[in-house]
Nanobody
Framework: QVQLVESGGGLVQPGGSLRLSCVAS????????IGWFRQTPGKEREGVSG??????????ADSVKGRFDITRDNTQNTVTVYLQMISLKPEDTATYYC??????????????????WGQGTQVTVSS
């Protein structure tokens, strides 16, 4: 059974930093991507960043390039993916979700490419 558990959200002032974590377990796919998405009420869930399990190739949405950094730590039974966020802006406020799937690279920022989702963690950027 695949499980994705996010943590690390919270309240931070504009310009501040947060590090989100996603612990993924039970994934049996040989090749997969772990992605980070975010969603605010009334809006569609948008892709923020992603990383390939094997190669470590990374993806960033234009809105977060240069401010967010995704890394992974593979163990025998789990993979932990971190999303380091700096220079946070009020528009980064959202619920952040991690997801896993065997998506093709061209679809990495789309929710349709992922089969498994975490429960989400809230990030609020406000003074």
């Amino acid at each position: 059974q695949v499980q994705l558990v996010e943590s690390g959200g919270g309240l931070v002032q504009p310009g501040g930093s947060l590090r989100l974590s996603c612990v993924a377990s039970g994934i049996t796919l040989d090749y997969y991507v772990i992605g980070w998405f975010r969603q605010t009420p009334g809006k569609e869930r948008e892709g923020v960043s992603g990383i390939r399990s094997k190669s470590g190739r990374t993806y960033y949405a234009d809105s977060v390039k240069g401010r967010f950094d995704i890394t992974r730590d593979n163990t025998q039974n789990t993979v932990t993916v971190y999303l380091q966020m700096i220079s946070l802006k009020p528009e980064d406020t959202a619920t952040y979700y991690c997801a896993a799937g065997n998506t093709i690279w061209g679809n990495i920022g789309s929710v349709s490419g992922y089969s498994y989702w975490g429960q989400g963690t809230q990030v609020t950027v406000s003074s």
